[in-house]
């Protein structure tokens, strides 16, 4: 049997426990306070930019034109822009399927054309198309909205240098590199 000395500690833990909790809660709900869902607003705001429209609120368009961009930009810094990429594409000549298709020699390329590499719908589509510098930068903002359906699982380079150095680095990637769009 315990003796009431220890229950009393044992109560006293237990209310103590319960008493700093509640306390915690109430000083948290003083500080934060959060905007609840209601009927007529049934979740929460995120801002997101609408289509066509940057998050400061003016449009997609670069600055500068692409060849400008182009003309700027460093392989150097594309090669280390696309160490992200090595992961599921081979940038060597003759290269293997991995995840992804070869990228060697890939600005003027027939769309959808790598042997053994499986296609999405939304691509298989556009296989009269060639790649050009224009429609891999459109394409490597932003990869689900140019190619519904995409397997391609990136969420895209925003950044408009960053993605002008990756395509100055993939231009390197030929035995006979295709010029830059003029600026």
């Known amino acids: 049997m315990i003796d009431s000395w220890t229950f009393n500690k044992i109560a006293g833990a237990v209310l103590g426990t319960a008493l700093l909790?509640?306390?915690l809660g109430q000083l948290g709900a003083a500080i934060y306070h959060p905007n609840e869902p209601s009927e007529?607003?049934?979740?929460f705001k995120v801002d997101v930019a609408e289509a066509g429209e940057a998050a400061g609120g003016g449009t997609d368009a670069p600055a500068l034109s692409l060849g400008a961009l182009l003309a700027a930009a460093d392989p150097k810094k594309g090669a280390t822009e696309a160490k992200a990429c090595i992961a599921c594409h081979d940038f060597s000549k003759g290269g293997v399927v991995k995840?992804?298709?070869?990228?060697?020699d890939i600005v003027d390329r027939p769309k959808a054309h790598f042997a053994g590499f499986e296609y999405s719908a939304g691509l298989q589509a556009m296989s009269s198309e060639n790649w050009t510098y224009e429609?891999?930068?459109?394409?490597?903002?932003?990869?689900?909205?140019?190619?519904?359906?995409t397997k391609m699982g990136f969420g895209g380079i925003k950044n408009?240098?960053?993605?002008?150095?990756?395509?100055?680095?993939?231009?390197?990637?030929?035995?006979?590199?295709?010029?830059?769009?003029?600026?």
């Open 135 to 149: 429609n891999l930068n459109t394409f490597l903002t932003n990869p689900a909205a140019y190619v519904k359906g």
């Open 99 to 104: 995840t992804g298709p070869d990228l060697w």
């Open 21 to 23: 909790t509640l306390g």
């Open 40 to 43: 007529e607003h049934p979740g």
């Open 160 to 183: 408009d240098a960053k993605r002008a150095n990756l395509l100055a680095y993939l231009a390197t990637l030929s035995d006979a590199p295709k010029p830059f769009p003029a600026p």
